[in-house]
């Protein structure tokens, strides 16, 4: 099959590393594959270096950016068009608010032109979290919704990376007459259960001023909004008097990285959370071992590819029970506390500090639990199922 995927930017994220794995095994499997997306702008670092060699071709389109910009934004659409109508693809497979709508509306509006009597292209979007949600107006919300209603309208399938994303889409009126399917977002898992050399995890520790003893809690996160960090900060107060060898490192990089020091230093916490600034994707595997307890406290996400990462290295977690965390967390590996429950946050993870045994049995199971789902293979021959399901049925 000839597919185009869409996507707003390749920042370090989730959404970004399932798109480029996506390519990467759909090439392999010998489709014509082509990547479009935008300039990687903004502090959270970018992902071009994953598609130099890996057998798809990449198109950046300066127009294309996250923010609503008008003038951009209608530029876009029209370079979007023109580069489909040259491409003729099978399947467009959108990712993200921005492209997901600019790009379902470009290759719907090419339906049927490509050769006679066809109806390709056939559009896929993968929703990999919602850009409505309680945190922010009512007004803002609805005109998200109303957008995504109509881009739905010129959807033929839509993929999602938890059945919550699913629920909640139909809930509010999303493309209920169309197929939704849930591919759990795939992870490279090789880098994550092979644990490094001792040496290499004790430099690490050392290279951020921790003690070899010492019981390590890890949020990787962007420094942005509604990722919580203010809840672990609150929580890491309340448990450094009890547990003196015990510290805090904040992995990643974002808006608010001023912001969280100043908390930091006003929680007098600078000497136990230890912040690393923005770490290469290959780095994470290593930081996670390095560390002995995972908690998320996002309080907006599809499904954290963070949790199964850190399952996958043997790690316990504790998340806030949102959207797909309940979906990989449970009570055998780890903890769902309610969001901004920081009580319930701190005796998660006090028992887990105390407990060297409980974050082992916990860690193992997780590893158990996810290893098959989000292998990449798994994702990707989900996926293909369905675009062959759309390819068959211009022959029905």
């Known amino acids: 099959m000839r597919i185009v995927h869409i996507i707003t930017r390749l920042v370090l994220g989730g959404a970004q590393e399932n798109t480029l794995i996506t390519c990467r095994l759909l090439a392999q499997q010998g489709h014509e594959v082509t990547l479009i997306t935008g300039p990687a702008l903004g502090p959270e670092g970018g992902l071009f270096n994953w598609t130099k060699d890996a057998g798809y071709e990449v198109i950046v389109l300066d127009s294309m950016r996250r923010a609503i910009l008008p003038g951009k934004d209608i530029l876009s659409y029209l370079q979007l068009k023109s580069l489909l109508r040259k ?104 880098a994550f259960l092979q644990k490094p050399a001792d040496d290499d995890i004790k430099a690490f520790r050392r290279k951020y001023g921790i003690s070899d003893q010492a019981v390590v809690i890890i949020t990787v996160a962007r420094l942005a909004e509604l990722k919580g960090h203010e809840y672990i900060i609150e929580s890491a107060k309340r448990l450094a008097a009890r547990y003196k060898d015990c510290c805090w490192l904040f992995v990643g990089d974002g808006a608010l990285t001023e912001h969280i020091k100043k908390q930091i230093r006003m929680a007098s916490l600078g000497y136990r959370i230890k912040l690393t600034g923005l770490l290469q994707p290959e780095q994470i595997p290593l930081a996670i071992h390095a560390s002995d307890i995972l908690v998320h406290c996002s309080l907006r996400e599809g499904l954290a590819r963070v949790l199964p990462q850190a399952m996958l290295c043997a790690k316990p977690v504790v998340s806030f029970d949102i959207d797909g965390a309940k979906e990989v967390v449970n009570s055998s590996t780890g903890f769902l506390i309610e969001p901004q429950d920081i009580d319930g946050l701190v005796d998660a993870c006090a028992k887990l500090i105390e407990d060297p045994q409980l974050r082992q049995r916990l860690g193992q199971n997780g590893q158990h639990s996810v290893t098959e789902k989000f292998a990449p293979e798994t994702m990707v021959n989900t996926i293909e199922a369905v675009y062959l399901q759309l390819m068959a049925c211009q022959y029905t």
Request: hydrophobic share 40%; net charge neutral.
């Open 87 to 190: 491409l003729q693809p099978d399947i467009i497979h959108t990712h993200s608010a921005k492209a997901g709508i600019l790009g379902r509306w470009a290759g719907h509006a090419l339906r049927g032109q490509f050769e006679s009597g066809s109806q390709k292209p056939y559009v896929v979007h993968t929703i990999h979290g919602l850009a409505f949600h309680d945190y922010q107006s009512r007004l803002l919300n609805r005109a998200y919704i109303v957008a995504e209603k109509s881009a739905a309208k010129c959807t033929d399938a839509f993929i999602t990376v938890a059945d919550v994303m699913t629920e909640k889409s139909r809930a509010a009126g999303i493309g209920v007459d169309k197929p939704y399917t849930t591919a759990y977002s795939a992870i490279d898992e090789d």
